[in-house]
């Protein structure tokens, strides 16, 4: 599993957490400077993404919290 964040000309962002495959998709449609929109899934869903709205894009291993407390 992957983090992920997608930053759009607007100034939004969009992140998640992708699986392995999908991130690897992401990542080659990004490079492939797409003209149509692209379908991902994450752990929350379906996203799809107009490649024109897209500024940059993000990947970062998952960082597994630890608990804090007694």
């Not at 100034?11 to 990004?30: C, F, H, N, P, Y």
Request: hydrophobic share 40%; proline share 4%; charged share 30%.
């Amino acid at each position: 599993m992957k983090d992920y964040i997608i930053w759009l000309k607007s100034g939004e962002t969009i992140s998640g957490t992708m699986a392995d495959e999908e991130v690897e998709r992401l990542k080659q449609w990004v490079k492939s400077i797409p003209q149509e929109p692209g379908e991902f899934n994450d752990n929350e869903g379906s996203l799809v993404i107009m490649p024109e709205r897209v500024e940059a894009v993000a990947i970062n291993d998952t960082i597994v919290m630890k608990q804090i407390g007694y």
